[in-house]
């Protein structure tokens, strides 16, 4: 892994840029679109052989399992990969290196056009959504942005294939504008790559996440720099995996059960937020105390369905809107979803007080 910031940026940015010329190569062709295959008839054993082992990419989902003493109780190998999200996983993906991995919903759509067959195997939200939201649109000094209608004629920070990207066309979509009525300029989302950027003059607006909606206003609200709400659900969170991993019986059998690992992890850490912010903010992170202390305050609180319908039908708007954006082809967003392992997440922390539905 990169030993400095800067590096990581790099890195970071070679993977987002190796993702986007993916998708760029997809066209609107039906031999670049993956087969996704249907499973729903293949039963997943009942018990796993303790000697399967799969690879994750979950970080945070790690340090969790760690801090809550249940990460030596999985009856079966795991393997950590220091990666999540979009660019990083399907290149492990393609290289047959990675089987789970944490990331939002876009991923796995911009997969399906690319040829890459993936499921997504396990859904969770937060509650009230939109008190609670993952981004803020940030502002820079002087862009004259007081509203999502003043987004007309101005530069926006854009990364295809990631869940900022697809925010950003859900927001011009609610402000009734298209990509043709701003200029999208497209930026790796990591680190700090967006709060320069906006500080820099070299955008107008970007979408801001975790920390660094607190972070960006104090270091340039002098200026006139600021964030202002979205008002849209940007919450959605899942296990992806490649088809080929839940088609092995016995892999499959060994990701349901960290499906189960990975909701109680998720409920461990609302329910012990002093410990969470010190043990992965504060010692993972190198964050502040009042950092880590931001991010829970601002985090909500986990809301793991037990049925997909709503998942799926939200899922399909966004297909909808980012093949009409970047003209591909849209597809029935059922096929990205493994229901075999529907019920799992729901069912192992249902009686732990934590919500089942999709949240609100």
Same mark, same amino acid.
Not at 93 to 115: K, M, Q, Y
Not at 263 to 272: E, L, S
């Given at each position: 892994?990169?030993?400095?910031?800067?590096?990581?940026?790099?890195?970071?940015?070679?993977? @987002?840029?190796?993702?986007?010329?993916? @998708?760029?190569?997809?066209?609107?062709?039906?031999? @670049?679109?993956?087969? =996704?295959?249907?499973?729903?008839?293949?039963?997943?054993?009942?018990?796993?052989?303790? &000697?399967?082992?799969?690879?994750?990419?979950?970080?945070?989902?790690?340090?969790?399992?760690?801090?809550?003493?249940?990460?030596?109780?999985?009856?079966?190998?795991?393997?950590?990969?220091?990666?999540?999200?979009?660019?990083?996983?399907?290149?492990?993906?393609?290289?047959?290196?990675?089987?789970?991995?944490? !990331? /939002?919903?876009?991923?796995?759509?911009?997969?399906?056009?690319?040829?890459?067959?993936? +499921?997504?195997?396990? !859904?969770?939200?937060?509650?009230?959504?939109? +008190?609670?939201?993952?981004?803020?649109?940030?502002?820079?000094?002087?862009?004259?942005?007081? =509203?999502?209608?003043?987004?007309?004629?101005?530069? $926006?920070?854009?990364?295809?294939?990631?869940?900022?990207?697809?925010?950003?066309?859900?927001?011009?979509?609610?402000? #009734?504008?298209?990509?043709?009525?701003?200029?999208?300029?497209?930026?790796?989302?990591?680190?700090?790559?967006?709060?320069?950027?906006? #500080?820099?003059?070299?955008? &107008?607006?970007?979408?801001?996440? #975790?920390?660094? $909606? +607190?972070?960006?206003?104090?270091?340039? #609200? +002098?200026?006139?720099?600021?964030?202002?709400?979205?008002?849209?659900?940007?919450?959605?969170?899942?296990?992806?995996?490649?088809? &080929?991993?839940?088609?092995?019986?016995?892999?499959?059998?060994?990701?349901?059960?960290?499906?189960?690992?990975?909701?109680? /992890?998720?409920?461990?850490?609302?329910?012990?937020?002093?410990?969470?912010?010190?043990?992965?903010?504060?010692?993972?992170?190198?964050?502040?105390?009042?950092?880590?202390?931001?991010?829970?305050?601002?985090?909500?609180?986990?809301? $793991?369905?037990?049925?997909?319908?709503? @998942?799926i039908a939200n899922q399909q708007k966004t297909v909808d809107l980012l093949s009409k954006e970047t003209d591909q082809k849209s597809f029935d967003a059922a096929i990205l979803f493994d229901r075999r392992f529907e019920k799992a997440g729901a069912e192992a922390v249902a009686g732990t007080g934590a919500e089942t539905g999709a949240g609100s």
């Amino acid at each position: 892994m990169p030993s400095t910031p800067r590096a990581a940026v790099l890195l970071a940015t070679v993977l @987002t840029l190796s993702a986007a010329v993916l @998708t760029g190569c997809a066209d609107n062709t039906a031999t @670049t679109t993956a087969s =996704s295959k249907d499973l729903s008839d293949v039963e997943i054993p009942k018990t796993v052989d303790p &000697d399967t082992e799969i690879t994750v990419g979950s970080p945070e989902i790690q340090v969790a399992l760690k801090l809550s003493g249940q990460i030596d109780k999985i009856p079966f190998k795991v393997k950590w990969a220091n990666l999540s999200g979009g660019p990083q996983c399907s290149e492990a993906f393609r290289a047959n290196s990675l089987d789970v991995c944490s !990331a /939002a919903e876009i991923p796995s759509i911009h997969a399906h056009w690319t040829g890459l067959d993936t +499921k997504l195997v396990a !859904a969770a939200f937060r509650t009230d959504p939109i +008190k609670n939201p993952i981004y803020e649109l940030g502002i820079a000094p002087g862009a004259e942005i007081d =509203s999502l209608a003043d987004l007309r004629g101005k530069r $926006i920070a854009y990364s295809p294939g990631q869940a900022q990207g697809a925010l950003v066309l859900r927001i011009l979509a609610k402000a #009734g504008l298209t990509k043709e009525d701003v200029e999208l300029v497209e930026l790796p989302s990591t680190g700090d790559v967006y709060p320069t950027a906006l #500080g820099g003059g070299q955008v &107008d607006a970007a979408p801001l996440g #975790g920390v660094n $909606i +607190k972070r960006y206003p104090a270091k340039y #609200g +002098k200026d006139g720099g600021k964030t202002i709400p979205h008002g849209l659900r940007d919450d959605p969170s899942h296990l992806w995996v490649p088809t &080929d991993s839940v088609s092995d019986p016995q892999k499959a059998a060994a990701i349901r059960e960290f499906v189960t690992y990975w909701a109680k /992890a998720k409920v461990w850490v609302d329910t012990h937020p002093e410990e969470w912010i010190e043990g992965y903010y504060v010692k993972d992170q190198g964050l502040s105390r009042e950092d880590g202390e931001y991010l829970v305050k601002t985090g909500g609180h986990p809301a $793991i369905p037990g049925d997909w319908t709503e @998942t799926i039908a939200n899922q399909q708007k966004t297909v909808d809107l980012l093949s009409k954006e970047t003209d591909q082809k849209s597809f029935d967003a059922a096929i990205l979803f493994d229901r075999r392992f529907e019920k799992a997440g729901a069912e192992a922390v249902a009686g732990t007080g934590a919500e089942t539905g999709a949240g609100s």
